[in-house]
């Protein structure tokens, strides 16, 4: 068996937790949260450190100190981040799901997770670029599979 499936998310080393991330991206997405409905939304506004290409951090190991508001995903703070897509590894092991199929834990690559839609890959504008966010909401971090 594999160790998502062997272990507690809270039982996993930090090479273990780190390789559960799918690497879509969407995490790195602008998000906005309606004040009065606390509705969330998605836009195609992502992290100026995100490369569109690749769907990863640019500076991921010193990521804190060039974007000081990055959350990092944890097993203590999984739960109470409800922006995550339903598509999210970390997410979905929450919920007592499984691994998706494109999961490139599953296939061995990302190509999969590409191939579905999943990930942010030619699908956003670096935020420095964006006069108003309100105008860039999109659907597409929701889709989801298996």
């Not at 834990?105 to 890959?121: D, P, Q």
């Not at 956003?124 to 298996?146: A, C, G, Q, S, Y």
């Amino acid at each position: 068996m594999s160790f998502w499936v062997e272990k507690k998310l809270n039982q996993l080393t930090t090479v273990q937790w780190e390789s559960l991330c799918d690497g879509c991206g969407k995490c790195c997405l602008n998000k906005l949260i309606d004040d009065e409905t606390e509705d969330l939304y998605y836009t195609d506004a992502a992290c100026h450190l995100l490369d569109d290409d690749t769907c990863a951090c640019r500076h991921y190991p010193e990521r804190f100190k060039y974007v000081p508001a990055c959350t990092a995903i944890t097993v203590d703070n999984i739960a109470e981040l409800t922006w995550l897509p339903d598509s999210c590894a970390y997410k979905r092991l929450h919920d007592g799901r499984e691994l998706p199929s494109w999961h490139p834990l599953l296939t061995g690559s990302k190509e999969a997770m590409h191939a579905a839609g999943i990930s942010v890959k030619g699908k956003t504008i670096n935020e420095k670029r964006v006069k108003d966010v309100f105008d860039h909401i999109v659907l597409w971090p929701l889709k989801d599979l298996d």
